[in-house]
């Protein structure tokens, strides 16, 4: 497909309305932004594997149950 009709048109603004400022446009999408935190636990956890721990992760309580021939 070609976009030549439209490649260069100017970007369309609404009149009589602001631009939203970064700030503002950002704000609108932290709602997605469910990991807080999670970065902050994998470098903790990979700091602990790295200096030698040994820990066990307990997937027991978990809610998934995979089919015997998965593994």
Partial sequence: ????????LPHFHAPG????S????A????PYKSLVGYEQL???KS???LAGGNEVIDYSDS???FPEDFV
Avoid: L, S
């Fill in 22 to 25: 970064n700030h503002d446009r």
């Fill in 42 to 44: 994998i470098e903790e």
């Fill in 17 to 20: 309305r602001a631009y939203m």
């Fill in 47 to 49: 700091e602990d594997i």
């Fill in 27 to 30: 704000a609108q999408f932290a």
């Fill in 1 to 8: 497909m070609k976009y030549d009709e439209i490649i260069n």
């Fill in 63 to 65: 809610q998934e149950e």
